[in-house]
């Protein structure tokens, strides 16, 4: 008896299934399929969870904000470095991505130099920033310049690691 139980358990086995590999074609028609079911299912976690656009936009501003580096620069100059071109296109797409969000730029140097002097060259550090994040497509209404020259040093010390940091521009969030 035993043995005609056995029998019949094997024979009442499943065969193991084997799956062919999709083609290309299935795999693309596969990709595109999947993006549209996530978006649904966003729309749909966003409906239930009672999405706030305004929270939302308050958190890319705060990011956006937190996100925003500082540029140096060369002593007795305005040019952009390559360094701090590569830093504004990363805070170009902070400022892209919270379109709200308005900046004050600010232009500052070492102590060397008359005041006149680095007034001036503080502000031309500012407008030449500002026109670079306005090339990256950031609104050029959103943004102001003001110039420090020497009177607000990031490094208070008299030597040249110092005055390397304080030759800069630095980013505020305008309220």
Same mark, same amino acid.
């Given at each position: 008896m035993l043995f005609v139980l056995t029998l019949l358990a094997a024979?009442?086995?499943?065969?193991?299934v084997t799956e062919e590999p999709a083609t290309s074609e299935q795999t693309t028609q596969m990709d595109?399929?999947?993006?549209?079911?996530?978006e649904e299912q966003a729309v749909t976690e966003t409906a239930d969870t009672g999405y706030d656009a $305004?929270?939302?936009?308050?958190?890319?501003?705060?990011?956006?904000a937190?996100?925003?580096?500082?540029?140096h620069? !060369?002593?007795?100059?305005?040019?952009?470095? !390559? !360094?701090s071109k590569s830093?504004?296109?990363?805070?170009?797409?902070l400022l892209r991505s919270a379109p709200a969000v308005k900046i004050l730029i600010e232009g500052h140097c070492d102590e060397r130099g008359s005041d006149e002097y680095n007034l001036a060259l503080g502000e031309k550090r500012a407008l030449a920033t500002k026109n670079y994040l306005v090339s990256l497509g950031v609104g050029?209404?959103?943004?102001?310049?003001?110039?420090?020259? $020497? $009177?607000?040093?990031? !490094?208070?010390?008299h030597n040249k690691a110092a005055w390397a940091k304080n030759r800069r521009a630095n980013f505020k969030v305008k309220r």
């Open positions: 024979g009442c086995a499943k065969k193991p595109q399929q999947q993006p549209a079911a996530v $305004e929270a939302a936009a308050r958190n890319a501003e705060r990011a956006a937190k996100g925003l580096e500082t540029i620069f !060369d002593f007795d100059q305005y040019v952009l470095t !390559d !360094d830093i504004l296109v990363n805070n170009a797409g050029a209404e959103r943004m102001s310049v003001i110039s420090y020259g $020497e $009177e607000m040093p990031f !490094d208070s010390a």
